[in-house]
């Protein structure tokens, strides 16, 4: 039957007719195409082309994944002309087609093929796919989460055109105070919540704790544990959410790493395990006391390759100020057990549903990419029962420990350019292509005087 048809991204045509009857006052779906950065690109198409989605795809050019941040083409990459710059085929994915309430519109997931029906190489999410497909090869089910940091923004800068935290929903107050933890900081934002929380159930999102973080406006949003393809699809679409949600409420939702020079950085920690076929964490302790071998080698295999996969995981100039204050910012390759100064963390809990935290990533990383070099490493760790060391005890500033990181972005980006590592996890051409971009935005930012530059040279040297 016609609404069998189910596409190369696992979308039965059966799903989008399901969400035509439900919202029949819907007349508008946003395509969402992740790029290296992390952005949704795409199109928004009207209510009678959702169908032609499902059964024969829909063209996007593939030189959006040679684009930088600020949608700019980089030559570099190879890409911006590969075939002509024809279009390449995207599809949906499965289960994520749903309403965004804030804007009225259908929002769902798409991912891209080329011409020869192979999934397309640059394209983050299908780096992911390879390394789960790998794990997969091997018996593993890799499982995760992600926790998403981030700012909420008043849209009016002060009196000294600097931006600040957003005034509070319920009694438009202002506030500069941290309120890290504070119950009744949640209850003054709780209208703007809780149409997130709506908007998480319209999308299938698992939305679950909601924190006040350490400044003020700054908050945290936990997604409940499933597959690690999954779970970063969960990352994507909950940014979207937030982000769409605050602009209706006359806020904007902040997802740089550092937006406040003096106040807490933002941070995107992800949780990983790996799982048999029949669903058993294979991370559980073997014995009370007893941490799992097989977990302490894919920790080992990370600490071997995270100074190589710092781009991924602090892609902007901005991402490198987050490591300034480096007490709950490791920029280091430490781990620890119920330890939040290290790098990589094993939370305290039940023995069962044991798993380890990574915690080096800033909130602006792309999801996919993060998850990918770090199951990357946790396989390349249990294949060579890589040995992760001593755990450490105290302050990981205090160990003594000094890690074999790049110290600033120029550093990380040519760390990524000579890192066997980083070319066989993310593939050749997503390689070369990453460090093009990231090369380019170097060079704009490098030639952009800044407004502090100017406050403090500017008239005085």
């Not at 946790?378 to 029962?385: Q, S, V």
Request: net charge negative; with cysteine; charged share 25%.
């Amino acid at each position: 039957m016609r609404d069998e048809f189910v596409g190369p991204g696992g979308a039965s045509l059966a799903e989008a007719l399901a969400f035509l009857d439900a919202h029949p006052e819907v007349q508008g779906i946003d395509l969402a195409l992740i790029d290296c950065h992390g952005i949704a690109r795409g199109k928004t198409i009207r209510r009678h082309e959702l169908e032609s989605l499902y059964t024969s795809g829909r063209g996007i050019p593939g030189s959006i994944f040679a684009q930088d941040v600020c949608g700019d083409d980089v030559e570099e990459t190879g890409l911006v002309w590969s075939g002509a710059g024809g279009d390449c085929k995207c599809w949906p994915l499965a289960g994520t087609l749903g309403l965004m309430p804030a804007t009225g519109r259908g929002h769902v997931l798409i991912s891209m093929w080329g011409p020869d029906g192979v999934p397309f190489a640059v394209e983050p999410r299908n780096v992911l796919r390879a390394q789960v497909a790998r794990a997969e090869a091997a018996g593993f089910t890799p499982m995760g989460a992600l926790e998403l940091e981030f700012y909420l923004i008043d849209r009016e800068r002060d009196g000294d055109g600097r931006w600040r935290p957003a005034r509070y929903v319920m009694s438009g107050r202002k506030t500069t105070a941290n309120n890290c933890m504070m119950v009744d900081e949640l209850d003054e934002m709780s209208p703007f919540f809780d149409a997130v929380y709506a908007g998480g159930r319209e999308l299938g999102l698992p939305l679950e704790t909601l924190i006040s973080e350490y400044a003020a406006g700054q908050y945290e949003l936990t997604l409940r544990y499933r597959d690690l393809m999954r779970a970063a699809d969960d990352a994507v679409i909950a940014k979207r959410l937030i982000r769409a949600t605050a602009r209706r409420f006359g806020m904007e939702a902040c997802f740089m790493a550092k937006p406040f020079g003096h106040q807490a950085g933002s941070g995107m920690h992800l949780h990983l395990s790996l799982a048999d076929e029949a669903g058993r964490n294979l991370f559980a302790d073997p014995a009370e006391g007893v941490l799992s071998p097989l977990m302490l080698q894919a920790i080992g295999g990370i600490r071997g390759t995270v100074g190589d996969t710092m781009l991924v995981l602090a892609p902007f100039l901005n991402s490198w100020r987050r490591f300034a204050s480096a007490v709950y910012s490791p920029a280091d390759d430490t781990w620890g057990v119920e330890n939040r100064t290290v790098a990589l963390r094993v939370p305290g809990g039940s023995a069962k549903a044991r798993h380890f935290e990574h915690r080096v990533a800033g909130v602006d990383a792309n999801p996919y990419l993060v998850a990918a070099v770090t199951l990357g490493g946790a396989l390349d760790g249990i294949e060579a029962k890589a040995d992760p060391g001593p755990p450490v005890d105290g302050l990981a500033s205090e160990a003594g420990h000094v890690p074999d990181l790049p110290r600033s972005w120029a550093e990380a980006i040519e760390r990524f350019e000579r890192s066997a590592f980083c070319h066989r996890v993310l593939g050749a051409t997503m390689h070369r292509g990453f460090a093009a971009v990231k090369r380019a935005e170097h060079q704009k930012m490098a030639l952009t005087v800044t407004e502090a530059e100017w406050e403090t040279y500017g008239f005085v040297v």
